[in-house]
């Protein structure tokens, strides 16, 4: 099966890069859960915001729905490149991408 690779900055700066399986069947939250950091607290409903990560890539800013734009407008550091990752399908589109965590 094709891997993808995903770049975590942690909440601390430390950097990782991960490899995982390009399953359409998870979301991005559950890869970087998978990996250990403590994300994923609502499963993936948009509900918690655990997920809330910074994404430097453009492409990835108007894809919210209506249910993420509510969680994220709830939060004191919320901005144009947050997202909650639990809402991004895994994809060929995310490989490379760069994510900082923000819980
Ligand atoms: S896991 Fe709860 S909002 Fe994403």
Request: hydrophobic share 40%; aromatic share 6%.
């Amino acid at each position: 099966m094709e891997k993808i690779a995903i770049n975590i900055i942690d909440v601390d700066g430390e950097k990782y890069a991960i490899d995982c399986v390009l399953d359409p069947a998870l979301n991005l939250m559950e890869v970087v859960r998978d990996a250990g950091f403590p994300i994923g607290n609502c499963g993936g409903i948009a509900l918690c915001a655990s997920c809330h990560c910074y994404i430097e890539e453009e492409r990835f800013f108007n894809l919210k729905s209506d249910l993420e734009e509510d969680m994220l407008d709830q939060l004191h550091d919320y901005n144009d490149n947050s997202r909650l990752i639990c809402q991004i399908p895994l994809s060929e589109k995310l490989n490379g991408i760069t994510i900082t965590l923000k819980y």
